[in-house]
């Protein structure tokens, strides 16, 4: 089992930039960050950004250039650089993972296995 703490959400302007970090309890191998979108509970999370363990990454096409996503393996510590926030990227950002050796950079929720209890992102403009 792995815990997942998420941290370094608040409230910024538009352009403005955050940098969200999730400290897991131990190993992962494939991790992402997932964002719940305000009144689209049904919906479920959205997959952002995904990072395995070989370092590559996948990215949601409207975060591309502006989410980066990195990990520093000794620290057991993920992290979600948000630049030029836009209010579209407010809500609860979750930090996800795999332990397992073989995985996938997929952005759908039912690619993971561990969770975090997520942090709020407020953009305004």
């Known amino acids: 089992q792995v815990q997942l703490v998420e941290s370094g959400g608040g409230s910024v302007q538009a352009g403005g930039s ?11 191998s494939c991790v992402a960050w997932f964002r719940q979108d305000p009144g ?16 590559s990454t996948n990215y949601k096409d409207s975060v591309r250039g502006r989410f980066t996503i990195s990990r520093d393996s000794a620290k057991h510590i993920i ?5 030029n926030l836009k209010p579209e990227d407010a809500g609860v950002y979750y930090c996800a993972a795999n332990t397992d050796t073989y995985c996938t950079t997929l952005l759908h929720s039912h690619a993971y296995l561990y969770w975090g209890q ?6 305004s403009s």
């Open 18 to 28: 955050l940098k969200l970090s999730c400290a897991a309890s131990g190993y992962t």
């Open 40 to 55: 689209k509970e049904r919906e479920g999370k959205v997959g952002v950004a995904a990072l395995d363990s070989y370092g």
């Open 79 to 83: 992290y979600l650089q948000i630049n």
């Open 118 to 123: 997520g942090t709020q992102v407020a953009v």
